[in-house]
């Protein structure tokens, strides 16, 4: 079945150290690609898109996101963090063989910051 | 961003009754959609809008009605709530540039 995949669901990082969360998606073709970060209680932020082209996205609060097409991953980044970044992130993918733009989530994982 | 707003918040209801949740939008934007968030499943799709009238059925559906009326107004309603509808909706809203845009969510807790 197609679908978007966060393995994670609970991970723990102490501050400062680096992060990575992973995201692999099932549909065949190169689908739009997003993450996503929500705060206890909060709506969903954008933290970075991926459409086409460079395939290092760049996003907001020091999160970065490669696209690896071989590996159908688009795992997201971050060199250092910082106890304000706990939260819930999700993945988010339209696929790219939809009639409209259906955003289809993963389950979340949840980041838990150790000081 | 787009200027999303949900109304109610909150709201809490008793099982059976109706329930409608409100989305407005003040950006003209085409698309509209209704998601629920509940733990472990992230956001799944209820219902969708691409423009006045024309709407459409998501992944989880069943027991759940839209109308749109207005561009800037999505209407989701639980025509008879159930416990399993206890859940924190959220509207969005695509942008032409291909960005998808989330209101604050409501949470709803059917007793």
């Known amino acids: 079945a197609q679908s978007v995949t966060q393995p994670d669901i609970h991970i723990t990082v102490s501050e400062g150290a680096s992060l990575e969360l992973r995201c692999n998606y099932s549909?065949?073709?190169?689908?739009?690609l997003f993450w996503y970060v929500q705060s206890p209680g909060q709506g969903l932020q954008l933290l970075l898109k991926y459409f086409s082209g460079d395939t290092l996205v760049q996003g907001i609060k020091g999160f970065e996101a490669e696209f690896k097409r071989s590996q159908s991953s688009f795992n997201l980044r971050k060199p250092s963090v910082h106890w304000s970044d706990a939260a819930e992130y999700f993945c988010?993918?339209?696929?790219?063989?939809?009639?409209?733009?259906?955003?289809?989530f993963g389950t979340g994982t949840r980041l838990l910051v150790s000081p | 961003d787009a200027g999303i707003t949900q109304s109610p918040r909150h709201k809490v209801t008793e099982t059976g009754t109706p329930v409608t949740l409100r989305c407005h939008q003040t950006?003209?934007?085409?698309?509209m959609y209704w998601y629920r968030q509940d733990p472990g499943h992230g956001l799944r799709l209820i219902h969708y809008s691409y423009g006045v009238k024309d709407t459409d059925k998501g992944e989880v559906s069943d027991g759940y009605s839209v109308s749109r009326s207005k561009t800037e107004d999505f209407l989701l309603t639980l025509e008879s709530a159930t416990s399993s509808q206890t859940s924190v909706y959220f509207c969005a809203i695509s942008e032409p540039t291909g960005g998808y845009t989330f209101g604050s969510g409501t949470r709803l807790t059917v007793v």
């Open positions: 988010a993918v339209v696929p790219g063989n939809t009639g409209f733009q259906k955003l289809v």
């Open positions: 549909y065949g073709a190169t689908p739009y």
């Open positions: 950006e003209n934007h085409r698309y």
